[in-house]
């Protein structure tokens, strides 16, 4: 679904990053947002969303934006990874933020 039009004064209030995916407790309209009202109400698969972004490392030819990503609500697409998910508990409970506590950093080549 693409949008092609917005309300009068859609963008004029103060708000960044993904649009919809902030708690209601930090959100600018402070309402449920979309895909909480979707997990309280068993519309999901599975209480999961993912996201896959084009990489595009050491590719000749890659532009400085490069299209491409991909993302699913209500679980995984297996098609997009190889291994095991590593599920981490959010940083507050009841969550805030999307905040990880980050142990480690590594970096995946292929």
């Given at each position: 679904?693409?949008?092609n039009q917005?309300?009068?004064g859609f963008l004029g209030?103060?708000?960044s990053g993904?649009?919809?995916f902030a708690f209601g407790s930090v959100?600018?309209?402070n309402s449920t947002p979309f895909?909480?009202?979707l997990l309280n109400s068993n519309e999901l698969s599975q209480p999961l969303m993912s996201f896959w972004l084009t990489r595009f490392v050491n590719v000749?030819?890659?532009q400085q934006v490069e299209p491409g990503g991909q993302f699913t609500l209500g679980g995984t697409n297996?098609?997009?990874y190889t291994g095991d998910i590593e599920y981490l508990n959010l940083t507050s409970d009841p969550p805030d933020y999307w905040a990880l506590d980050i142990t480690s950093l590594f970096w995946l080549s292929h």
């Open positions: 679904m693409v949008a917005t309300v009068s209030n103060n708000v993904v649009m919809g959100a600018v309209t895909w909480q009202n000749t030819g890659a297996t098609t997009l």
